[in-house]
């Protein structure tokens, strides 16, 4: 499988948080060429190792995306056939209606749908936003809850829009490059390593992990199971390029001008400062941006894993369209890779004790 293939392919798949294994199995059948293990937990977090040759016990180093896209899921199932729902993650009421729907049942069969919308001509305003989310429902053109329960619909399962990725202009545009597009870059990044055959003085840990977006769940396993000495975490952050952003808010960032790293408090300074020299070096673009208490690097941060984030800008974060440019997404590729080769375990001993002089 080419780089472009994996990339249509995995961001084509649906993986509804909670239910990623169709993603999962794409991405793992990718990176099982460029590594030495394989594995997967309980919840569905794959990971893969590429295994230190010169030093044991070896450091282990992670990079990590998330793999789970925002959905709905069924509350109600109306006597008429009409379907209620609610939010599984950061899912937006304000764009859902007249979208068409995958609903994913527990038999694991994709039965389609619209979210149903009244004519403007009804509306009692024409300039209405959107319903809310107890307004919304959805239609799969049957006309009982008897007709739904046949096609294997019930409550408890999970919706996702059926929007397919694409490229327009300069840009990727997909429903869920938040975080999709991420594990995209940590396994491009183990690919060139494989195919540079380069040989780390650590062991790597290529980690796409499940369930971010109702709670990090899965970071919050992985962390807990490997308590790795440092973690570079891949995400996306806002694209305030556009209009109706507030960029004293979300800072000043643009698309094609290279990823982001993170400012936050559970984000590493050596780490970042680590990214930073790494992007001078090799004259890699690299913005800077605030971020949140609210991603994946706070797991490893509560494992006493200290972490960082690159982040890529996104237009229309949690829409059907979001825009990632390709150019930011190569330099990410670039930040990762090129930061790995510049991490030595004397620099990682260095993070994990800052003060070690003052206590020897």
């Known amino acids: 499988m080419t780089s472009k293939d994996f990339l249509y392919s995995y961001l084509n798949a649906y993986s509804p948080v909670g239910q990623e294994k169709e993603g999962q199995k794409i991405w793992l059948n990718y990176v099982k060429n460029y590594a030495d293990t394989l594995n997967v937990d309980a919840y569905g977090t794959a990971w893969v190792v590429k295994k230190c040759e010169t030093f044991e016990p070896a450091k282990k180093v992670v990079i990590e995306s998330h793999a789970d896209e925002i959905a709905w899921i069924i509350t109600q199932i109306q006597s008429d056939g009409y379907i209620r729902v609610d939010k599984a993650g950061g899912s937006d009421n304000m764009i859902a209606a007249s979208k068409t729907v995958v609903i994913h049942t527990s038999k694991g069969e994709k039965v389609r749908g619209v979210f149903g919308s009244p004519a403007i001509h009804v509306r009692e305003k024409r300039t209405d936003m959107g319903p809310k989310i107890d307004e919304l429902w959805i239609d799969c053109g049957v006309d009982s809850d008897k007709e739904l329960a046949e096609m294997g619909i019930e409550v408890g399962n999970l919706v996702t829009f059926d929007d397919q990725f694409s490229e327009i202009g300069n840009y990727y545009v997909g429903k869920s490059l938040d975080n999709k597009i991420g594990g995209y870059i940590i396994a ?52 305030t390029s556009h209009p109706k952003m ?15 790293v993170e400012f936050t408090s559970q984000n590493h300074k050596s780490i970042i400062s680590k990214i930073r020299e790494t992007a001078s070096e090799k004259e890699i673009p690299l913005q800077l941006t605030v971020g949140s208490y609210g991603n ?62 003052y206590l020897s």
């Open 296 to 357: 994946d690097t706070v797991s490893f941060f509560l494992e006493n894993t200290p972490t960082a984030i690159v982040a890529t800008p996104l237009k229309y974060m949690h829409c059907t369209v979001e825009m990632a440019h390709k150019k930011d997404v190569e330099s990410a590729i670039d930040i990762f890779y090129n930061t790995l080769l510049n991490i030595t375990p004397d620099w990682i001993d260095e993070v994990k004790n800052p003060l070690a002089s």
């Open 246 to 260: 507030n960029k004293s808010k979300d800072c000043d960032t643009k698309g094609g001008a290279g990823p982001c």
């Open 188 to 239: 491009e990044t183990l690919r060139r390593l494989h195919e540079n055959e380069v040989k780390l003085p650590y062991d790597l840990y290529v980690v796409n992990a499940v369930q971010e977006e109702v709670g990090l769940f899965g970071s919050r396993l992985i962390a807990q199971t490997l308590q790795a000495d440092i973690a570079l975490v891949h995400d996306v952050c806002h694209n």
